[in-house]
């Protein structure tokens, strides 16, 4: 069936370490993967993308690896910073006539001062 | 005003009362979304509208009723509410047709029914 999972629920990291942030996907069909954040009391925001002809995408600190041979995706923030704090979701896109996105549960990342 | 706007930010209601979710989108984006997301689950896509006509209802119950004038506003109307359906309810658009689909989201609602 179609699921977007994510392997830790919770990733509690020091200030200035790097946080990796795991999802695996099921359906091999997906070809666009994003990440989004979402801090309390707001909607997700993007952080970065990558179309399934790309093993790897970097943005500023943060860099997304996929890997399609076992269907899975990572996030990785560089010198993690205390206004990283918040969870963070994976989605895989359908496209198609609606652009449908399916989500996994989130991992909450707690940045200790 | 830019990106996807939400009103209200919170709503407390009763179960018989009726209430209206609004959602406007600045980005001249031709499709947007109703999602619902409960504590410790996943995003649930609740309603789709492309080009102004629902394109997807993933089962949700009729006591919620979606409407979407223009490309630009989308409502969710709700009526005689239970209270597990208490949630912040998302708004998104996108550009279907795009190479790059991303949805972008709005704050939500956070919706407490009692």
């Known amino acids: 069936g179609e699921s977007v999972g994510l392997h830790l629920p919770t990733l509690s990291v020091q200030e200035g370490d790097n946080s990796i942030i795991n999802c695996a996907y099921s359906n091999s069909a997906s070809d666009y993967f994003i990440w989004y954040k979402q801090e309390s009391g707001k909607g997700p925001q993007f952080i970065i993308d990558?179309?399934?002809?790309?093993d790897k995408r970097q943005g500023q600190r943060v860099t997304v690896l996929l890997n399609k041979t076992v269907k899975h995706l990572s996030l990785q923030i560089a010198a993690t910073q205390p206004g990283d704090s918040a969870v963070y979701f994976c989605a895989e896109n359908y496209g198609g006539a609606t652009n449908k996105l399916i989500f996994g549960t989130g991992t909450l990342l707690a940045v200790q001062p | 005003e830019t990106g996807v706007t939400q009103t209200p930010r919170h709503l407390v209601m009763g179960m018989t009362n009726k209430k209206s979710l609004k959602c406007e989108q600045h980005?001249?984006?031709?499709?947007m979304y109703w999602y619902k997301q409960s504590a410790k689950k996943p995003l649930e896509l609740m309603f789709v509208?492309?080009?102004?006509?629902?394109?997807e209802n993933n089962s949700v119950p009729s006591r919620f009723s979606p409407e979407c004038p223009n490309s630009s506003h989308l409502f969710l109307h709700l009526h005689t509410l239970q209270p597990e359906d208490s949630a912040l309810y998302l708004c998104?658009?996108?550009?279907?047709?795009?190479?790059?689909?991303?949805?972008?989201f709005g704050p939500g609602t956070r919706l407490t029914v009692l």
């Open positions: 509208y492309s080009l102004e006509e629902r394109v």
């Open positions: 980005l001249g984006h031709n499709a």
């Open positions: 998104a658009s996108s550009q279907v047709g795009n190479r790059d689909n991303e949805q972008f």
């Open positions: 990558i179309r399934s002809n790309m």
